[in-house]
């Protein structure tokens, strides 16, 4: 396939398609699809849809085992769950961000008002660069959000160690990691309030000693 070298020759500016099919950049995996539909099944039979049904506690119980948590609330989105975690852990001012992720990290600070200061990544693992990120720091600076990207952690201990050293809270965005893990031990234990997603439902994670929200 040739180079391009023009925003024009891009498809999304109106140029032919390279592909007769769109490639997505994942695709969600959809696991047992018989036992899925008979859990729907079973939630539309019982007609208990909002407000702590079965199936959302046990979800939730199920993500804090599997992130090695105390506790789990399920929420609609990822950028909900960092807004809350925001919220709980009292970030004010200015909060160090990496520069490469998805918006709504930034979003999600804008929404309480906070000013997202954008920081450089580690060019090898393209996590937030906890050396970047103590150049970043400014008498307003009360947090950071490392961002866990594609399933890679960041530098959790060198970016707890800047945070703890500078008087900062740690949070992580971890929508892109469910499931992954850091030295082997889950992503969803570190920070004062890790956030979880899905494709479909999202989780923000409590530890025991900070859970106060
Ligand atoms: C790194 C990251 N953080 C937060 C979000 C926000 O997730 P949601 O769309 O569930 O609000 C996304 C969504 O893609 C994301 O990639």
Same mark, same amino acid.
């Given at each position: 396939m040739p180079l391009t070298s023009a925003l024009s020759e891009l498809a999304i500016f109106g140029a032919a398609p390279a592909f007769e099919e769109t490639l997505h950049v994942g695709r969600p995996n959809i696991g047992n699809r018989r036992k899925f539909e008979e859990r729907v099944g079973d939630i539309l039979d019982r007609r208990w849809l909002t407000n702590g049904g079965?199936?959302?506690r046990e979800l939730e119980q199920r993500i804090a085992e599997?992130? +090695? @948590? +105390?506790? &789990?609330? =399920? @929420? &609609?989105?990822a *950028? @909900?769950? !960092?807004?809350?975690?925001?919220?709980? !852990?009292g970030m004010t001012g200015e909060v160090i961000v990496p520069s490469f992720t998805f918006v709504a990290t930034a979003h999600a600070l804008q929404w309480q008002e906070i000013t997202p200061v954008f920081c450089d990544i580690d060019p090898? *693992?393209? %996590? !937030?660069? #906890?050396r970047r990120v103590e150049q970043m720091i400014t008498p307003r600076t009360t947090g950071i959000i490392g961002v866990h990207l594609w399933g890679r952690a960041c530098d959790i201990d060198a970016l707890s160690e800047v945070a703890d050293r500078r008087g900062l809270k740690l949070l992580f965005d971890s929508a892109h990691a469910i499931g &992954?893990?850091?030295k082997g031990q889950a992503v969803g234990g570190f920070g004062d309030? #890790? *956030? =979880?997603? %899905?494709?479909s439902n999202t989780a923000a994670s409590l530890r025991d000693s900070k859970a106060s929200a």
């Open positions: 079965r199936y959302v599997f992130a +090695g @948590v +105390g506790h &789990c609330i =399920a @929420v &609609c989105n *950028t @909900v769950a !960092l807004e809350i975690a925001i919220r709980a !852990l090898r *693992t393209h %996590t !937030l660069d #906890p &992954c893990s850091y309030a #890790p *956030t =979880a997603a %899905t494709m």
